[in-house]
């Protein structure tokens, strides 16, 4: 229930922020409205407000939104009301109209990162684990536990800084040059990652978040997990795996990751009593490669990571040009993804549909609204960048319509309008189709 309560109100808020962007345009620019409606098809609730008698409706499939506008090209339009046409409206008032969806989607961001950095984020220190073997990070040197000040000259304050950076410099296949805290220089050689890179979330590049060691007590069981029906508790401290002695948590978890499907045993301690256990680790598919998984969670001491947080807060004026600065980077950062996507460069994999989104938004709130309300500017920064994609039946679309309209000084003809309706229904049912294909294989690995 949370992840659906969190789904609908990330569409919602996005569909409506969105829409509102065109209606408040069009309402400037002299346009009548003739319907404002939240998601597709019957009509579930409906109610004419205003002096145009604006049609404000919720529809039965709530995946996006419209606003309906008076056109004499789907219609007969009165003679009195004929100059508040959207046809009727100069060019440059229809792009105007077309680019406030987006623009209202960015200036959501905007805002949302603004409070959030008034307010204060939480966040990680860009300190990295162990780098796993034969990753570019260890080929460079670094080392459990070093702490990365910048990349490339560019100064990064938090791990999430750091993964976007390195991320930008692998789509690339460059060579970052990392400087640590302790004064050492270390160059990473990206150039050789394959194009599903982005899949292992870091792994490839051997760059990870810090993990101090933890003691290896089981603190949480799923479940139905195999771990719960092995008997495991609790509390329970693991001794050892096949005879080998675990010293500390990573240890037990990197046993169980290279035994999927395998039958093992456990050397159990609870209180001062010792017990085997046998079970055998599910089989997870993690990008390409088959992993063990029994379904526990380590005893956590907070205390632990205080060293490892850090905070992002300004002055309300710095906040806001901080927000600006980070909605124009992750705005350019997804633009260039996608184009990477196009060109093969990275995998079509990391690609979202509506169900992952459901996923990430109720993992977000069952972190906090400070994780939810981050996640909301972050999609609503996508919707806007996807939304501005020259594709016709998208704004970006007809916006290129306009700028060819523009150039040629008279509207493009309703045949090459169709034949393009025809293209990017093509074009977009193709990206649909991509993206729950993506979903359901995540939900088979998962």
């Not at 623009?103 to 307010?119: P, S």
């Not at 085997?276 to 990008?287: D, F, K, Q, W, Y």
């Not at 309209?405 to 309706?421: N, Q, W």
Request: avoid cysteine; hydrophobic fraction near 45%; proline fraction near 5%.
């Amino acid at each position: 229930m949370t992840t659906l309560l969190a789904f609908l109100v990330v569409i919602f808020v996005l569909v409506i922020v969105h829409e509102y962007g065109h209606y408040l345009a069009a309402r400037l620019s002299g346009v009548k409205v003739l319907r404002f409606s939240v998601g597709f098809g019957k009509p579930l609730f409906s109610k004419s407000m205003g002096r145009d008698g604006t049609e404000w409706t919720i529809s039965a499939l709530p995946l996006g939104g419209y606003v309906k506008m008076l056109d004499e090209r789907e219609g007969d339009v009165d003679s009195s009301e004929a100059h508040r046409a959207f046809n009727r409206a100069t060019v440059w008032r229809r792009m105007a109209i077309v680019v406030a969806g987006p623009l209202a989607n960015f200036l959501l961001a905007i805002v949302v990162f603004w409070g959030l950095l008034i307010h204060g984020i939480p966040a990680i220190k860009p300190v990295i684990g162990e780098p796993g073997k034969g990753t570019p990070a260890a080929m460079a040197g670094l080392r459990d536990g070093d702490e990365v000040v910048s990349v490339d000259g560019n100064h990064v304050r938090t791990f999430a800084d750091l993964r976007l950076a390195l991320t930008e410099a692998a789509a690339k296949k460059s060579r970052p040059v990392l400087d640590l805290a302790n004064g050492e220089t270390h160059e990473l050689d990206l150039s050789g990652l394959t194009a599903s890179y982005l899949e292992g979330d870091g792994k490839a590049m051997g760059v990870q978040p810090y993990m101090p060691p933890l003691p290896p007590v089981v603190g949480q069981l799923e479940p139905g997990s195999v771990a719960e029906k092995a008997g495991l508790k609790p509390g329970d401290r693991i001794l050892a795996v096949d005879g080998q002695a675990i010293a500390q948590w990573q240890d037990f978890a990197q046993q169980v990751r290279g035994r999927p499907g395998v039958e093992t045993e456990l050397l159990v301690e609870t209180g001062a009593e010792r017990r085997a256990v046998r079970l055998t680790p599910a089989i997870l598919n993690e990008a390409g490669t088959q992993i063990g998984r029994v379904g526990i969670r380590p005893r956590i001491d907070p205390a632990l990571f205080e060293s490892l947080q850090t905070e992002e807060r300004y002055a309300p004026l710095q906040a806001l040009g901080q927000a600006a600065e980070k909605t124009w980077d992750t705005s350019i950062f997804s633009l260039k993804m996608l184009g990477r996507m196009a060109l093969g460069q990275v995998s079509w994999r990391n690609l979202s549909g509506p169900v992952s989104i459901a996923d990430y938004a109720g993992q977000s709130a069952q972190q906090g609204w400070l994780s939810f309300v981050g996640f909301l500017a972050v999609i609503s920064i996508g919707l806007g960048v996807i939304n501005l994609l020259p594709i016709p039946l998208l704004d970006g679309g007809h916006l290129m319509y306009y700028f060819v309209e523009v150039f040629r000084g008279r509207p493009v003809s309703e045949r090459i309008m169709e034949l393009g309706a025809r293209v990017g229904m093509a074009i977009i049912g193709a990206l649909i189709f991509l993206a729950l294909y993506n979903d359901v294989l995540r939900l088979l690995n998962q």
